[in-house]
């Protein structure tokens, strides 16, 4: 009876140990982390929220916000043909960009890897022009590399092609400027090439062993432990891809006959030309909800392609 | 038979890098070059080299055509840029450091939420932070960096110094907590030196991204007064059309300096350095 009894308070004893050491909190961590609680508050929470409230609104930063229902919406969907040309255009700009620059990526990456004298210096070389990618003095090379009397036209007349018209023909602006954007692989590259890098070597000569080619090695060993950075590197390149601005507003400017405007050309038109403050919000907000629906369906197929080493996949 | 192909391997790998590193880097040594011709030479002729030599493009360039030259807008970046990332690193290793060895009332869910953040379009939140920032006062200032940075706003930066935060032993912290630290002291005095590189990723980052930073500066700063090197330069290009070219460039050139300088001397940590503590896990 004393023996089951004190047991028993054992056994209690230690669940209360439990419970306590569940929830021996240490506060001071909250005030450590106080000040991101505070800016995710003020400076992206609270502006969310409010640009939902802004979508339903007329409103030109002068006069106070006027409540109009759905009425941008409805203006966005039934009279506003540039919408339609930005999304059009933005969807070809993402599905263009994003899988050619991730598999160049992915291709320097490999190269990159390979364990040679001084390869730190070309790993270096190829991040280079990421680091300059976004900023108005590439924009303006760009400009200059691709009009229509500029090198690359002079450089293909040596072969006997073209000229080309790289950014004054409504049917190529856009792949040009999608070529810029896969010059700046470099961040999705280190991903990569840390990826690689962390792939037991064994695997690979077991791989050798059995016979299997390089290719075989790549596409069956290395392509399969990628995938979770491939799936990172995919989805940030996406959200990034939606929302690209620089290039097109510096060197095309939308133009020619809007084959370069893109989505966030048209908002930064609606809002900072025009002040059109709830329009715009109502098309960031329709941006929003195309990014998520876009992020969900890569996480959802991502259970059939992403392999996870613990064998959750 | 096997050394020789795996030599041949080796070279093969070595031109294959440095032919299309060259085609990488093409563009960049057009640029520089271009910045030395007249406009004939830029237009019309694939030689990189310029037949005429044209000396005083940087100089002229740099005074600028109008009231304001590059000097001007080369403070304003720095005075914008410095206190951004200052402020960043500050508040991110902050930041890290709770979410790192501490435990706290619903701490899974904001991690998860700061790992949201990461993915929320900024296209969707610039436009009430302008109505923000206008109400505040703050529109043609730089607070509308500043001020963000230093609430750790980027999830990227405190993720990375969380990452690396981690993998530093926790003996270090119990051992100082043992000799009488408390747990700032801790902090400021044990693993802050231990930080270093990771210092070091978020402070090059931030400082290039926040320099090349177009988009924000062209939404929030407007007098020509207060522009930055990447509104300087627009505005150089709006300005100078079918002028001289060879200014441009040379701004153009001056611009990026900083940042190649930056990248050079710090691609330890960079190339090296986040892929070690960027993303594990």
């Given at each position: 009876?004393?023996?089951?009894?004190?047991?028993?308070?054992?056994?209690?004893?230690?669940?209360?140990?439990?419970?306590?050491?569940?929830?021996?909190?240490?506060?001071?961590?909250?005030?450590?982390?106080?000040?991101?609680?505070?800016?995710?508050?003020?400076?992206?929470?609270?502006?969310?929220?409010?640009s939902?409230?802004?979508s339903?609104?007329?409103?030109?930063?002068?006069?106070?916000?006027?409540?109009?229902?759905?009425?941008?919406?409805?203006?966005i969907f039934?009279?506003d043909p540039d919408f339609y040309q930005s999304l059009k255009v933005t969807g070809i700009y993402v599905l263009l960009a994003v899988p050619v620059k991730l598999?160049?990526?992915?291709?320097?990456?490999?190269?990159?890897?390979?364990?040679?004298?001084?390869?730190?210096?070309?790993?270096?070389?190829?991040?280079?022009?990421s680091?300059?990618g976004g900023s108005v003095?590439i924009s303006v090379l760009w400009r200059?590399l691709f009009?229509?009397?500029?090198?690359?036209?002079?450089?293909?007349?040596?072969?006997?092609?073209?000229?080309?018209d790289w950014l004054g023909s409504p049917d190529i602006a856009l792949y040009t400027l999608g070529l810029l954007t896969v010059w700046q692989f470099?961040?999705?590259?280190?991903?990569?090439?840390?990826?690689?890098?962390?792939?037991?070597?064994?695997?690979?000569?077991?791989?050798?062993?059995?016979?299997?080619?390089?290719?075989?090695?790549?596409?069956?060993?290395?392509?399969?432990?990628?995938?979770?950075?491939?799936?990172?590197?995919l989805v940030m390149q996406m959200v990034n891809a939606f929302q690209e601005f620089t290039g097109a507003f510096v060197i095309t400017n939308g133009g020619p006959m809007k084959s370069t405007f893109l989505y966030a050309l048209k908002l930064y038109e609606e809002a900072f030309s025009f002040?059109k403050m709830?329009y715009a919000s109502a098309l960031s907000w329709i941006l929003f909800i195309i990014i998520m629906a876009v992020t969900?369906?890569?996480?959802?197929?991502?259970?059939?392609?992403?392999?996870?080493?613990?064998?959750?996949? | 038979?096997?050394?020789?192909?795996?030599?041949?391997?080796?070279?093969?790998?070595?031109?294959?890098?440095?032919?299309?590193?060259?085609?990488?880097?093409?563009?960049?040594?057009?640029?520089?070059?271009?910045?030395?011709?007249?406009?004939?030479?830029?237009?019309?002729?694939?030689?990189?080299?310029?037949?005429?030599?044209?000396?005083?493009?940087?100089?002229?360039?740099?005074?600028?055509?109008?009231?304001?030259?590059?000097?001007?807008?080369?403070?304003?970046?720095?005075?914008?840029?410095?206190?951004?990332?200052?402020?960043?690193?500050?508040?991110?290793?902050?930041?890290?450091?709770?979410?790192?060895?501490?435990?706290?009332?619903?701490?899974?869910?904001?991690?998860?939420?700061?790992?949201?953040?990461?993915m929320l379009p900024n296209a969707s939140i610039m436009i009430?932070?302008y109505?923000?920032?206008?109400?505040?006062?703050?529109?043609?200032?730089?607070?509308?960096?500043?001020?963000?940075?230093?609430?750790?706003?980027?999830?990227?930066?405190?993720?990375?110094?969380?990452?690396?935060?981690?993998?530093?032993?926790?003996?270090?912290?119990?051992?100082?907590?043992?000799?009488?630290?408390?747990?700032?002291?801790?902090?400021?005095?044990?693993?802050?030196?231990?930080?270093?590189?990771?210092?070091?990723?978020?402070?090059?980052?931030?400082?290039?991204w926040?320099?090349n930073d177009f988009f924000n500066s062209i939404i929030?700063?407007?007098?020509?007064?207060?522009?930055?090197?990447s509104?300087?330069?627009r505005?150089?290009l709006d300005?100078?059309?079918?002028?001289?070219?060879?200014?441009?460039?040379?701004?153009?050139?001056?611009?990026?300096?900083?940042?190649?300088?930056?990248?050079?001397?710090?691609?330890?940590?960079?190339?090296?350095?986040?892929?070690?503590?960027?993303?594990?896990?």
């Amino acid at each position: 009876m004393s023996a089951s009894h004190s047991v028993l308070a054992k056994a209690q004893k230690k669940t209360r140990q439990k419970v306590k050491a569940k929830k021996n909190y240490q506060y001071i961590g909250l005030l450590y982390i106080a000040p991101w609680i505070i800016g995710l508050l003020i400076f992206q929470f609270y502006p969310f929220l409010s640009s939902l409230y802004y979508s339903f609104t007329d409103y030109n930063m002068v006069s106070t916000p006027k409540f109009i229902g759905l009425d941008n919406y409805k203006k966005i969907f039934t009279a506003d043909p540039d919408f339609y040309q930005s999304l059009k255009v933005t969807g070809i700009y993402v599905l263009l960009a994003v899988p050619v620059k991730l598999a160049f990526a992915l291709f320097i990456a490999m190269l990159l890897s390979a364990k040679l004298k001084g390869i730190n210096f070309f790993r270096t070389v190829y991040y280079l022009p990421s680091i300059l990618g976004g900023s108005v003095a590439i924009s303006v090379l760009w400009r200059f590399l691709f009009m229509k009397e500029g090198v690359i036209n002079n450089m293909l007349s040596y072969l006997h092609i073209g000229p080309v018209d790289w950014l004054g023909s409504p049917d190529i602006a856009l792949y040009t400027l999608g070529l810029l954007t896969v010059w700046q692989f470099g961040s999705s590259m280190v991903l990569f090439l840390a990826g690689i890098q962390q792939i037991p070597g064994d695997l690979y000569e077991a791989g050798a062993i059995d016979g299997a080619s390089k290719p075989r090695m790549f596409f069956k060993i290395t392509v399969p432990l990628l995938t979770p950075i491939v799936l990172f590197n995919l989805v940030m390149q996406m959200v990034n891809a939606f929302q690209e601005f620089t290039g097109a507003f510096v060197i095309t400017n939308g133009g020619p006959m809007k084959s370069t405007f893109l989505y966030a050309l048209k908002l930064y038109e609606e809002a900072f030309s025009f002040f059109k403050m709830g329009y715009a919000s109502a098309l960031s907000w329709i941006l929003f909800i195309i990014i998520m629906a876009v992020t969900a369906v890569i996480f959802k197929t991502s259970n059939s392609w992403v392999y996870y080493e613990d064998g959750r996949g | 038979m096997r050394e020789t192909s795996s030599k041949t391997n080796t070279m093969l790998n070595y031109s294959f890098l440095i032919v299309l590193g060259f085609i990488m880097v093409y563009p960049l040594i057009w640029l520089f070059a271009s910045s030395f011709k007249t406009n004939a030479d830029i237009f019309g002729s694939s030689k990189l080299l310029p037949t005429t030599y044209v000396w005083d493009s940087y100089a002229l360039g740099w005074q600028g055509t109008g009231q304001y030259g590059f000097q001007d807008f080369f403070i304003n970046t720095l005075i914008l840029v410095v206190p951004t990332v200052i402020f960043t690193i500050i508040s991110s290793v902050i930041v890290a450091y709770g979410f790192a060895r501490f435990e706290f009332p619903l701490k899974t869910m904001l991690f998860s939420i700061m790992i949201a953040t990461l993915m929320l379009p900024n296209a969707s939140i610039m436009i009430p932070r302008y109505i923000l920032f206008n109400k505040m006062n703050w529109l043609d200032t730089y607070l509308p960096f500043i001020i963000p940075a230093a609430f750790a706003t980027g999830a990227f930066f405190v993720y990375m110094m969380i990452q690396f935060l981690r993998g530093l032993p926790r003996d270090l912290d119990e051992a100082a907590t043992i000799d009488g630290c408390n747990s700032f002291t801790v902090l400021s005095r044990v693993l802050l030196p231990l930080c270093k590189p990771a210092i070091f990723s978020v402070g090059i980052f931030q400082f290039m991204w926040t320099w090349n930073d177009f988009f924000n500066s062209i939404i929030y700063i407007s007098s020509v007064k207060k522009f930055t090197v990447s509104l300087g330069l627009r505005l150089s290009l709006d300005a100078s059309s079918a002028v001289s070219w060879n200014q441009v460039l040379a701004m153009s050139v001056v611009s990026i300096v900083p940042c190649i300088l930056l990248f050079f001397f710090a691609q330890k940590y960079f190339v090296e350095g986040i892929s070690t503590t960027g993303l594990k896990g």
